[in-house]
């Protein structure tokens, strides 16, 4: 009877009600079940390390990125090798490069060594250059600062005396700096950023010369042992013609227009009452007509190209250049340069109401399958830079890599200035050096022709510490003075790293150049001291200026550190289906 009953509860004859009930009660104690094991997290062991014993482990991986990347500095520095996982060896000179390939076996050592990657990382992304001067001004910071800690200074009070020497310093390096004057200063920037190579200073020099200061450089691979500089003339898109059918040089596969006008929209225009009033005005105007839209298709396509190879009107369409609100913003910058009125969707234009003076005008027009070129003098100058003014703004407020990217190349294309510097050398290895040392010439240089230059050879930051004992007196907290002495000390580090390189006792000529002039110091490539701005030995405001801001920002950070957790290093299992050993499948034999 017992069993009978449990069939009768459990099986088809067991009333709804219940049915239902039971299905409830059992969806909430799933339902609570699955709720409390969300609420568990499972976290791996964890290595805790404190005080001075978390702080001198962290120091020892930083000197280690320091001294790999300070033997590059200065005129006569070396080389490092980067063994990679495939290809041959990279033999380079680029302090960010040679910190970024470094990773640390000990956890506390590698945090170290990721903070001081940060230097180098933030004043390349800032200023493109003096990455190494950053490295070892960081380095100087954390190992003084340390020693004060350890001796029982309050470290936040250190951190605000380094902050307020170093604001301070900040404005005497620009009251100090110098504008560049013309073609000789940009060319000693370039070659000293180069590596005092002078082939590569007067190569920048004149790429700048033919763009102007808001121009491009761009920095490719040539084929060939020689490198070469390729100033591209007009605003290049990359888009080409939409059928083949608009060629007008078949030897060479291109659409050249002289003296065309030019339609711009954002529409896609598929139907032939769209452009029959246009292309009516276009004839009697008796000249060519380039139309950039989203799109043309259907018949409208097919009667442009009848109309084309029947020789009644010299026509050739493109699709508009980048995608979404970009698209728009490119339209707008090609509308602008040919003198155009942009025929906008949003604003409820049409391409059948265009008329020919809504039209701009190119002198030439060179379509290829994939890019097109347009040289215009129609252009006002004013809305020009007006709108590069405009995209400045956007990009000085603009944190990401690709938006500043793209907004440069604007830029250069609305000033007509896109030059490329084509890199030559006899092995990858030579190339791959080549390619660092100019993309360094570039940065330094256009960060020159922003904010101004200072003495190299570390001679600024040298005298620059002559400033701190008067602005020490200033601070009313001892150990806030302890934070300005840090900063003194610390501003030596890179004149007398160049000196060392240059097999000269650092400490020697540091006591030279105390006392002199601003703009005197410490000629590395012929041992001698003299006045660096008068003989081309040149830093950019910005690379000095980025570098010790950097620097001294994390050495604010490491000296308030107190305790690191690290991942507790465990016994790897591999994954499943990887490679053996032996290079076998897992689990296959032979």
């Known amino acids: 009877m017992v069993l009978f009953a449990q069939q009768t509860l459990s099986g088809a004859a067991r ?95 590698n945090a170290g060594a990721q903070l001081i990657k940060e230097v180098a990382g933030r004043t390349n992304d800032a200023a493109g250059d003096g990455t190494t001067t950053a490295t070892v001004l960081a380095r100087e910071m954390i190992h003084y600062g340390l020693q004060a800690v350890t001796s029982g200074a309050n470290p936040i009070s250190i951190k605000k005396g380094i902050d307020k020497t170093t604001s301070f310093l900040m404005t005497k390096l620009l009251e100090n700096s110098c504008p560049v004057k013309g073609s000789e200063d940009i060319k000693s920037v370039a070659a000293i950023s180069a590596g005092n190579d002078d082939e590569i200073g007067a190569m920048i020099a004149d790429a700048l010369d033919k763009v102007g200061a808001d121009g491009v450089l761009a920095i490719e691979s040539s084929q060939g042992l020689d490198t070469v500089v390729e100033v591209q ?68 396509l097919a009667t442009l190209v009848v109309n084309k190879l029947r020789g ?54 060179t379509v290829a399958n994939t890019t097109c070129t347009l040289i215009a003098d129609a252009a006002n100058k004013d809305e020009i830079s007006a709108r590069i003014k405009q995209i400045k703004k956007e990009l000085a407020e603009t944190d990401s890599v690709y938006d500043t990217e793209k907004l440069s190349e604007r830029i250069a294309k609305l000033a007509g200035g896109v030059a490329v510097i084509k890199v030559g050398a006899a092995t990858e290895t030579e190339l791959e050096d080549r390619k660092l040392r100019i993309e ?68 020697v000529i540091i006591q030279k150049v105390l006392g002199q002039p601003f703009n005197v110091g410490y000629n590395a490539m012929y041992d001698r001291v003299e006045n660096l701005i008068d003989c081309g030995v040149l830093d950019p405001t910005k690379v000095t200026r980025s570098g010790l801001s950097n620097a001294a920002s994390i050495a604010g950070i490491m000296l308030t550190t107190q305790a690191v957790m690290t991942e507790k290093p465990g016994k790897k299992e591999p994954m499943p289906g990887g490679m053996s050993a032996a290079g076998m499948p897992q689990g296959l034999t032979m």
């Open 15 to 109: 009333p709804s009600f219940l049915n239902g009930l039971t299905m409830r009660s059992k969806n909430r104690c799933s339902g609570s079940r699955n709720s409390r094991r969300s609420m568990v997290i499972r976290a791996d062991a964890k290595d805790i390390y404190f005080d001075n014993d978390s702080r001198r482990k962290m120091q020892q991986g930083i000197n280690k990125i320091a001294d790999a990347v300070a033997v590059t500095l200065g005129p006569r520095g070396r080389n490092v090798v980067l063994e990679q996982d495939y290809g041959v060896p990279q033999v380079i000179n680029d302090g960010v490069s040679i910190a970024r390939a470094i990773e640390l076996e000990d956890p506390v050592e």
């Open 233 to 300: 003339e007009g605003m290049e898109i990359d888009r080409g013609y939409i059928s083949p059918q608009f060629v007008t040089n078949n030897e060479r596969l291109l659409t050249e227009f002289e003296n065309c006008l030019v339609l711009i929209t954002d529409q896609k225009i598929e139907q032939v009452k769209d452009l029959v009033p246009v292309l009516e005005q276009v004839t009697r105007a008796n000249k060519p007509l380039l139309i950039i839209a989203e799109d043309v298709a259907g018949e409208a």
């Open 440 to 507: 360094d010439a570039k940065n330094a240089t256009f960060a020159a022709v922003e904010e101004g230059i200072v003495p190299g050879g570390g001679a600024a930051l040298l005298h620059l510490s002559e400033f701190v004992p008067e602005f020490k007196e200033t601070l009313t907290d001892p150990e806030e003075r302890l934070g300005a002495d840090i900063v003194m000390k610390s501003l030596r580090a890179p004149c007398r790293m160049i000196a060392e390189n240059s097999g000269v006792e650092g400490e």
């Open 312 to 365: 009644i009107v010299s026509v050739c369409a493109i699709k508009a250049p980048g995608f979404g609100e970009r698209r728009k913003s490119l339209l707008q910058d090609i509308a602008i340069v040919t003198g155009a009125e942009f025929v906008a969707k949003d604003l409820g234009m049409k391409v059948e109401e265009t008329t020919l003076d809504m039209l701009g005008t190119a002198r030439k027009a």
